[in-house]
């Protein structure tokens, strides 16, 4: 879901889902009891403050952020391989893959627990939604498969849309996205990674709208709506995120077709790159961050002074999980990868030499 630089690239560089990445994994931390310290400027009890109220609660959708991870995923998972004539290294395919997310898991799991969380749980942390990527890429090869056959993945997307209506009928006033159980919730978010991997075959084939920097802010602001409709839908409706979010992924697709459209004419902002590149980092461990945060300095709270410096904090600690683990876990697996490829490459030739 985070995998960084080498994960958006063929031949070639998608600029711009870096930058989207590292806004969506601080708008998870902010959605999690960190966002910034705002004071409502109006009288209480009065029509303004309970609508500020109510816009700025609901403004920090972090399964929103989620949907946006799910559908850059599919997309970076599939645009290397996007081309239907090229064949999918299976096996190396993913071991890196396993690797590149699974390894700084396993390193963080222990670190939360020290920090009284338990991201083992399922349901209730971010880990579903690390189990359903790690779902996604074990059965891509299958999926890959099949679209190699079926020439689109029409047939993929009406299959999982129709899975996640089961599962998600199976308790219809659930609020959570992550409802359904571990072995469920992957289902759920299916349809929305699978509509990253269609994105990736539009910008594989050139279709890439040409868009100006006034309609681009006006698909982000659409895009930045459309998440606290579903919010406040989560949280004022019987109509949870189950429903919700999926139709957002549609949103997401097309604005992010348009994003990447954006970014072949306006360079993105080099810092915002740069840190979509440990956005995964971000992701995982800013929670035991923040706990960490307020440990050290249990009387420094409220405020805006107070929250910056937390800010920083989280991100400088997150960044050096990222150096720490991340990283050698990307180099873990690109090494472990590439030997595999090696290994394989040099059985065909030995297979070819016994033919002839």
Known sequence: MFD????????????????VRFICALWVFFGHGDAPPLSNPFELDTLLYWSFRAIYGNMWSGPAAVIVFFVISGFCIHYPFANRDDDLPTSAFLV?????????????I?????????????????LWSLLAELVYY??????????????????????????????VLSDPLAGDYPSYGAWLNWLVGLPCWLMGCLLA????????????????????????????????LR?????????????????????????ISFRVKFAGISLLEWAGGWSYSLYLMHAVAATRFDIMLPGLRGGLSPWCLKVCFVLAACYLFHILVERPSHFAARWLGTCLLRKQKTHRDANLQRGA
Request: glycine share 6%; charged share 15%; net charge positive.
């Open 4 to 19: 960084g630089a080498d994960q958006a690239m063929l031949n070639q560089r998608i600029s711009g889902l870096d930058s």
């Open 96 to 108: 890196r893959r396993w690797l590149r997310l699974g390894l700084p898991l396993v390193a963080a």
């Open 110 to 126: 222990p670190l939360a627990q020290l920090h009284g969380q338990s991201l083992a749980l399922f349901d209730k942390t971010i």
């Open 138 to 167: 074990s059965i891509y090869p299958l999926l890959r498969h099949v679209w190699q056959r079926e020439g689109s993945w029409s047939i993929h997307l009406i299959v999982a849309s129709l899975a996640a209506l089961i599962v």
């Open 201 to 232: 075959d539009w910008i594989r084939q050139g279709k890439r709208p040409s868009i100006s920097r006034t309609a681009i802010w006006g698909w982000r602001s659409t895009v930045f709506f459309a998440a606290g409709v579903c919010s406040v």
């Open 235 to 259: 949280f004022h409706s019987p109509m949870g995120y189950p429903w919700t979010l999926n139709i957002f992924a549609v949103l997401v697709m097309y604005w992010l077709v348009r994003e």
